[in-house]
């Protein structure tokens, strides 16, 4: 992944202390001067003599450490980042909002910059942001700086930087989404790559991230369609008649027919739920709940339940057959009996909040 960082975010720290990440200082590449004693920051204004092969040469390392799968930090050239566009990159963009001027100016004058450069940042700052206005910009908050939006670990990149199309950075660890959720490293997503859900054509909801060499899809919630009427409660998110609603009072009728009255209504509406419903999950649907590792112990999970298998395959659980076994489906229509389904499993969601069973183990 490419990023071309604004001057001020924190590009050079993050190259310092930050595992996984190369930050090709374009001054190293542009300027012949020997400044190996001067501070980085002071040096990169006092450059004179330039390299005959520049940009062509930063340009060429950046997209060689790209292509080898890095995470690369770049100055914001407007003719490099096109150049690399050209190459077929994707490049995410990395700036302070407009009215932060003072804040950045700020910091300039704090990490050892020179009057000259503070003053050039200062005359130039409206005309630098005209010139990514096109870009799908990636906004940094006040006192925000470029490693607090990075999927970091224990100061390290979880994986390589990738950016989603709602424009956050991601990376992929075993198959789990991460990213930042304020200053905490969270899971929000798994990547896509199963038949995903099975019964009465459930839907999935995702969005697609990109390292520019490839594109992922990640689901980020599921819908998930009932099969009893306990199994939808007040305060679910659901989806009926093409909008999304959330439940303020739900009334069972009898097991398959709920009397619910959404947020907003003054009256109840009588719904099957296996045919007008979908519960829509957005809790981190990608952390499992449980692993099981036997046939009885899937049994004896309910109805809607949902589970990956150890070939990384999705089902959920439909209504039981003529000898009493759980039949396990999935979209592209095929299914198998418990007995069948490779173990151990993982329990990714269950239609209610059940007791776990003793013999059944968490999973971090």
Request: hydrophobic residues 40%; negative net charge.
């Amino acid at each position: 992944m490419i990023i071309a960082a604004w001057p001020g975010t924190g590009k050079t720290w993050a190259g310092k202390n930050i595992q996984g990440i190369t930050d090709l200082e374009s001054g190293d590449f542009k300027w012949a001067d020997d400044m190996t004693s001067v501070d980085p920051e002071a040096r990169k204004s006092m450059r004179t003599v330039m390299r005959p092969d520049w940009p062509d040469n930063y340009i060429d390392a950046i997209w060689d450490a790209h292509m080898d799968g890095q995470t690369v930090l770049m100055a914001m050239h407007p003719q490099v980042r096109q150049a690399l566009r050209d190459r077929g990159a994707a490049i995410a963009v990395v700036a302070p909002h407009r009215d932060a001027k003072a804040e950045y100016l700020n910091r300039y004058v704090s990490r050892g910059n020179t009057r000259e450069n503070v003053a050039h940042m200062s005359a130039h700052w409206d005309e630098y942001m005209d010139m990514i206005e096109d870009d799908a910009v990636i906004r940094l908050d006040k006192w925000q700086v470029l490693s607090d939006i990075l999927p970091v670990r224990d100061g390290r990149l979880v994986g390589e930087v990738m950016v989603g199309d709602d424009q956050r950075f991601y990376a992929v660890e075993n198959g789990v989404l991460w990213a930042m959720e304020g200053r905490t490293l969270t899971a929000v997503g798994r990547v896509d790559d199963t038949s995903a859900y099975s019964r009465n054509r459930p839907t999935r909801r995702g969005i697609t991230i990109t390292n520019g060499r490839q594109a992922i899809h990640v689901r980020t919630s599921y819908w998930v369609r009932p099969v009893r009427a306990d199994q939808v409660k007040p305060g679910d998110e659901v989806r009926w008649t093409g909008l999304n609603r959330t439940i303020a009072e739900a009334k069972v009728l009898d097991a398959e027919s709920i009397g619910i009255r959404f947020n907003g209504a003054g009256y109840h509406v009588p719904l099957h739920v296996s045919h007008q419903l979908d519960v829509i999950l957005t809790e981190e649907p990608a952390r499992p709940v449980w692993a099981i590792s036997t046939p009885e112990e899937a049994e004896r999970l309910p109805h809607g339940a949902v589970i990956l298998d150890d070939h990384q395959s999705v089902y959920q659980r439909d209504e039981e057959d003529v000898d009493a076994l759980a039949s396990w489906g999935t979209t592209d229509g095929s299914g198998a009996f418990s007995q069948d389904l490779s173990y151990p499993v993982t329990v990714l969601w269950t239609p209610s909040s059940p007791t776990e069973p003793t013999s059944m183990k968490e999973v971090p």
